[in-house]
Every structure is written in C-alpha cells, then in structure tokens.
C-alpha cells in the first residue's frame, strides 16, 4: 500500500538555557528536528521517522508531557539544599583532616578507615561544588566561621581520644543522614504533584535525587563505622553527642539562609 505524497519542510528549534538550567526547567533538548506535513490536515502531527511509517512492533510512544515551571518557592528551596549541603561536606572534610593527624598517631589501625571516610566526603564535597558552579548558586556567607569550628571540633575530639571522636562521626552523620532524608522527600512529593498534574519531572532534577541517595547512604555508613568504632563508648555520651547534634542543626538553618 502507498502512502500519499506530501511535501515536508523541517524547524529546527533552538532553546537558550534560564540562569538556574535545572532550578527552572529546560523543555526539551538544545537542537532537534521535526519533520512537519505542510499538508494543513496533517499540520498537527509530528513525524519521527519521515522515510516511512512506524514499526508496528513498536509501542505508540506517549504523548510528549510538558515540564512545569518551578515556583519561586520550590526554586529558593533548591537553591538552599545546594548552598546548604556544600557547607556541610566542606565541614565534614575539615572534621576529619583534623581528626587524622592525633587519632592515626595514637590507633595506627585506623588509617585506612579515617582515608576511606575522607575520600567519600571530599567526593561529595566535589560534586557540591560543581552544582554550585554550575547552577550559579551563592555559597553560604559564613564559610569563614564553619572551616574554624569544623577543624576545632574535629581536632578536640581526636584528642580527647578514638571514642569521642567516633561520637563524633556518628553525631554529625546522624543528623546529616537525616537532612539528606528531609531534602529527598521534599523533592519526591513535587515530583509526585506534577505527574499527577500529567507532567514531566526533568533529568536533571532526577539525577539530583539519585545523587542525594547516593551521599546519603555514604553517609550512613560512616555512622556505622562510627558505632563499630565504639563511639557508644565516648565519656558523656549523650552529653558529646547532644551539643554536636545540636550545633549541627544551628549550622544548617543559618546555611540555608545566609
């Protein structure tokens, strides 16, 4: 069977990417082609393949679902995950290029440990910064302030021996374990609210989310080193483990905002 003859013509569409490329979403690629019929009945059709019909073994691709724009809301609340979670990993690498020197010193068997848990937060510190960079996000205005108490709350603990110092790691992690948690939920549920508004969610946006799962679970397992490191041991610990919890929530509200 022939099909009919029509003339084709091709747009090329060409879009230029906002300030924040992920914090307001792009809608489609940066360059494509679309094959339209100059035949007015069949203007409203896009043709993917114009050398022939669609292979009939082939699922009918899904209508194309357009990205909802961010509120300012949701874009300010990425904005702050990102500013917020580089100071945080900035801090975690300070806590441990402190803690290393006096704790490997005095418990050799601890190097590679305290290496391997170093590695995973300058990665995750790393992959803030090219967030940052990348979306054009201002970093916290107290950078300053955080590598000061960073590196003195790491160094004292160290000193105060392998304990306090692994109560430490499991405070800290504790509640950036839990921040991490807060962060991915908040953007599960946008994602949730705009495909049932028939939407698309972005790559880039899913992509954040998988990386936030990642550093999330890395953290973790920090906390459990930690605990097998005997950090239940640490001289008080309820005491130790409440103020650093407690600074670390005041250093992550100040973050998100400053």
Not at 190 to 209: K, R, S, T
Request: charged share 20%.
């Amino acid at each position: 069977m022939s099909l009919p003859r029509m003339q084709t013509r091709v747009v090329r569409q060409t879009l230029q990417f906002p300030l924040h490329d992920f914090l307001v979403p792009a809608f489609s690629q940066l360059s494509r082609r679309r094959f339209l019929s100059s035949s007015p009945k069949n203007n409203a059709t896009i043709s993917a393949n114009p050398s022939g019909p669609a292979d009939p073994s082939e699922p009918n691709p899904s209508p194309n679902r357009k990205r909802k724009p961010l509120t300012k809301e949701q874009r300010d609340f990425l904005s702050s995950a990102l500013r917020v979670n580089q100071a945080g990993e900035l801090a975690a690498t300070l806590i441990y290029t402190a803690q290393t020197p006096p704790l490997v010193n005095a418990h050799p068997h601890l190097r590679p440990l305290m290496a391997h848990m170093y590695a995973q937060e300058e990665g995750h510190f790393n992959t803030f910064n090219s967030l940052i960079a990348k979306h054009r996000v201002r970093p916290t205005a107290l950078y300053p302030l955080w590598s000061v108490l960073a590196t003195g709350l790491g160094w004292s603990t160290a000193v105060m021996g392998r304990e306090a110092a692994m109560a430490c790691t499991e405070a800290v992690e504790t509640e950036i374990g839990g921040h991490y948690n807060n962060q991915i939920r908040a953007l599960l549920e946008m994602f949730e609210q705009w495909e049932a508004e028939g939407c698309e969610v972005g790559e880039e946006l899913q992509d954040l989310v998988t990386t936030l799962r990642r550093i999330r679970d890395e953290e973790l397992e920090h906390l459990d080193h930690a605990v097998d490191n005997d950090a239940k041991k640490a001289e008080p610990h309820w005491l130790l483990t409440g103020v650093i919890r407690l600074g670390c929530r005041g250093a992550i509200w100040v973050s998100e905002k400053v």
